[in-house]
């Protein structure tokens, strides 16, 4: 019954977001699968590593289709998901445990500028509705 209801919250929660708050999402599953992928690198499970190392891959592969190619933003962003891209399955195939944190500290950055976006977007939402 509680995993049910988790699954309803998480469902709803993608569901209600803005698609400022989806990549958000997209940011932190991405590092969530990369800490678990070290934690298979550690603890020697190859399955494990593999498994969520192609998913942080597939949610960087998610990102750079999403981006708007047109922005001149998209054409400084996109080289960094390729680095990153490349760097994952580097960390997977020769198990290196620092490639893999070097592509976490991407993905960190790039999961804090994004919060930050948010957080002033919403503060100037805010305040432009404050004074209407």
Not at 40 to 67: R, V, Y
Not at 78 to 104: C, G, S, T
Request: overall charge neutral; aromatic content about 8%.
């Amino acid at each position: 019954m509680m995993q049910q209801q988790q699954q309803a919250y998480k469902t709803n929660s993608v569901n209600t977001a803005t698609p400022g708050e989806l990549t958000l999402m997209l940011y932190n599953g991405c590092l969530k699968f990369m800490k678990y992928a070290k934690k298979g690198m550690e603890d020697k499970d190859i399955p494990m590593k593999n498994t969520n190392i192609q998913k942080a891959q597939n949610i960087i592969s998610e990102l750079m289709i999403t981006l708007d190619h047109d922005s001149a933003i998209a054409k400084e962003i996109m080289p960094l998901y390729e680095y990153i891209n490349r760097r994952l399955l580097d960390a997977n195939i020769k198990n290196d445990v620092e490639i893999l944190m070097e592509a976490y500290a991407l993905v960190e950055d790039f999961r804090n500028t994004w919060k930050e976006v948010i957080k002033q977007t919403r503060t100037q939402a805010y305040s432009q509705g404050a004074r209407a």
